[in-house]
């Protein structure tokens, strides 16, 4: 079956850095994605990774290893802002009706 | 970027009423949107695959009879919840991809809080 785990909750201070895991174990693979949601807004989008290795984008970047099943998200210089819940999604065909399926979510508070 | 506008952000119904949500793409065409329910401090949960032209794929456990859904256009898809009870109060979230750029995020609506009273 379809399983994506990831940690219900983190916490860190401001201006620190901080890795979110995700292990995913899907019937097939094209494509990681990882989505910032504030509580009662829609997801935003935050990164995607379909080959192996780190994808930057300024504070944040994202790493696959699809030989593991296994990606992070790292969240540097820590923002009061950046406490949000953190979606990390697989999209497991390539056809366009293919839907993500989401994990449950990592909740994350920073705090000054 | 690509936007999904999704109307109503919330909406309160009575019991036993039906409530129509609309997703539209504003500036891309998808043949496919799809259909996501959020309880507090859950996932987003697939409810439904939206064809255009063609039915709606539902996920297990879904009724299709009580989730209707129309794909009208390549750029609307609805979500009727008819005959709406308590306990389908959550927060309905639509997204679509770009069909021309399938190897692309899905982008979301900015969801609709359902509440039944």
């Known amino acids: 079956g379809q399983n994506i785990d990831q940690p219900t909750e983190m916490t860190a201070t401001e201006g620190a850095i901080v890795q979110i895991n995700c292990t995913y174990q899907?019937?097939?693979?094209?494509?990681l994605f990882w989505y910032q949601q504030h509580a009662g807004e829609a997801p935003t989008f935050l990164s995607y990774?379909?080959?192996?290795g780190l994808e930057e984008k300024g504070r944040f970047s994202s790493f696959l290893s699809r030989s593991k099943g296994y990606s992070y998200l790292l969240l540097k210089e820590l923002q009061m802002k950046d406490s949000a819940s953190y979606l990390c999604?697989?999209?497991?065909?390539?056809?366009?009706?293919?839907?993500?399926?989401f994990g449950k979510g990592t909740t994350l508070s920073v705090s000054s | 970027g690509a936007v999904v506008s999704q109307h109503p952000s919330w909406v309160i119904c009575k019991s036993g009423t039906s409530v129509k949500i609309e997703c539209r793409s504003l500036?891309?065409?998808?043949?496919?949107m799809f259909w996501y329910r959020q309880f507090p401090k859950q996932s987003l949960m697939l409810m439904a695959t939206?064809?255009?032209?063609?039915?709606?794929?539902?996920e297990q456990g879904v009724e299709k009879d009580k989730f209707l859904i129309n794909h009208a256009s390549l750029t609307l898809s609805t979500l009727t919840v008819t005959s709406a009870h308590p306990e389908d109060s959550s927060f309905y979230i639509c997204?679509?991809?770009?069909?021309?750029?399938?190897?692309?995020?899905?982008?979301f609506g900015q969801g609709t809080r359902l509440t039944v009273v």
């Open positions: 997204s679509a991809r770009d069909q021309d750029r399938l190897n692309t995020e899905a982008f």
């Open positions: 899907t019937s097939g693979f094209n494509g």
């Open positions: 990774n379909v080959l192996d």
């Open positions: 999604a697989v999209r497991d065909r390539w056809q366009a009706g293919t839907a993500l399926i």
């Open positions: 500036d891309f065409q998808a043949t496919t």
């Open positions: 939206s064809n255009e032209g063609s039915k709606a794929t539902y």
